[in-house]
Nanobody, 124 residues
Framework: QVQLVEFGGGLVQAGDSLRLSCAASGGTFSAYVMGWFRRAPGKEREFVAAISGNGITTDYVDFVKGRFTISRDNAKNTVYLHMNNMKPEDTAVYYC?????????????????WGQGTQVTVSS
């Protein structure tokens, strides 16, 4: 059983940067693909980014490409989401998730473990 806890959410202004962290425990961290998802007010949860267990392969949804970067530190059992040039439409609860195996996925149901989420609010 893997436990995930997100940190780093908060209130920022448009154009600011923010880094989210997700600390994992209870499993072999490098064996999991890690993903970030978000749920904006009134919308469904959606994929944001994913990273392979070794940190080499990443995937992003189009609307964050060039602004967000996912990374991981397997020695610290932590995955990060670096968010730059933030926009009001980035306002959401951000969740990290873990998926066993090697293949990245953008699909919610393919992830086995989830954190509780952290609120990010971007003011205009």
């Amino acid at each position: 059983q893997v436990q995930l806890v997100e940190f780093g959410g908060g209130l920022v202004q448009a154009g600011d940067s923010l880094r989210l962290s997700c600390a994992a425990s209870g499993g072999t961290f490098s064996a999991y693909v890690m993903g970030w998802f978000r749920r904006a007010p009134g919308k469904e949860r959606e994929f944001v980014a994913a990273i392979s267990g070794n940190g080499i392969t990443t995937d992003y949804v189009d609307f964050v490409k060039g602004r967000f970067t996912i990374s991981r530190d397997n020695a610290k059992n932590t995955v990060y989401l670096h968010m730059n040039n933030m926009k009001p439409e980035d306002t959401a609860v951000y969740y990290c998730a873990a998926r066993g195996g090697l293949l990245l996925s953008t699909t919610i149901r393919n992830y086995d473990y989830w954190g509780q989420g952290t609120q990010v609010t971007v003011s205009s």
